[in-house]
């Protein structure tokens, strides 16, 4: 994979990320997804396959995720989603997108409609989690956790063999990045891509976002046994045919 670069986007943030600069190309953007970074397999597979495909790419970490500077505490989605538009109009510029969210990365690329839905020619969703701040964790929170992250504005929450610090800002900024009341009326190829087992966020995110686009050019595909981030060499291949289809 190519050289992580770094973007001064303040006197005190920067911002890590990974390009390729194709000129008059369409460009593949990927979004991770909470607390996740570019080590993992999926940024390194999709580089490899616009590379290949005489495409540019770019894929960022959001401020507090992985080097990028800043400490996750402190963001929310408005934040990680200016990230995004920054690097967005600083690298890609003018050329077309085609938006690809793992996640959490889903609920950004939604908002990145509104600055750039004249660039954007197709959305490839992984494992989306749109608003998951509201339906997956503050709706299930106990009266106890509620009133412990009202009062110290913070609680550590345990998923599985992770634990996320899940800060009251962070809950009440996504009330206000809310997507699933939308409709894009844009005509482009969309398609979910969700694993039958994921235990981190039901399939029904992925058919709700289908839901926002008006477009008939939109598909859910299931993948039998596949988790909630389809990293495996046999699931990056399902998700690098799915974005070729997207392209194509």
Do not use: C
């Amino acid at each position: 994979m190519a050289n992580f670069n770094y973007l001064k986007i303040t006197k005190t943030r920067k911002i890590r990320y990974i390009k390729h600069l194709r000129k008059n190309a369409t460009y593949v953007v990927f979004l991770h997804g909470f607390m996740s970074d570019l080590e993992g397999n999926k940024p390194k597979a999709f580089y490899s396959f616009a590379k290949k495909n005489n495409l540019g790419f770019l894929a960022l970490e959001y401020s507090g995720h992985g080097k990028s500077s800043g400490k996750f505490v402190n963001g929310n989605i408005s934040k990680w989603t200016r990230d995004a538009h920054i690097l967005i109009k600083k690298i890609v510029r003018k050329n077309k997108i085609i938006l690809v969210g793992s996640s959490m990365g889903s609920w950004i690329s939604l908002i990145l409609f509104k600055f750039f839905e004249r660039q954007i020619h197709g959305f490839l969703g992984i494992g989306s989690a749109p608003e998951f701040l509201k339906y997956l964790m503050w709706n299930k929170f106990t009266k106890k956790m509620k009133t412990e992250i009202n009062k110290k504005g913070i609680i550590n929450l345990k998923h599985g063999e992770y634990e996320y610090p899940i800060t009251h800002q962070l809950i009440k900024d996504g009330e206000k990045n809310k997507v699933l009341n939308k409709k894009i009326n844009k005509d482009l190829n969309v398609v979910m891509v969700h694993g039958s087992k994921d235990k981190s966020v039901p399939v029904i995110y992925s058919r709700k976002v289908l839901k926002v686009f008006k477009t008939k050019k939109k598909k859910l595909v299931i993948v039998k046994n596949g988790d909630h981030s389809l990293s495996s060499q046999k699931w990056l291949k399902i998700l690098k045919r799915e974005l070729k289809l997207i392209i194509n």
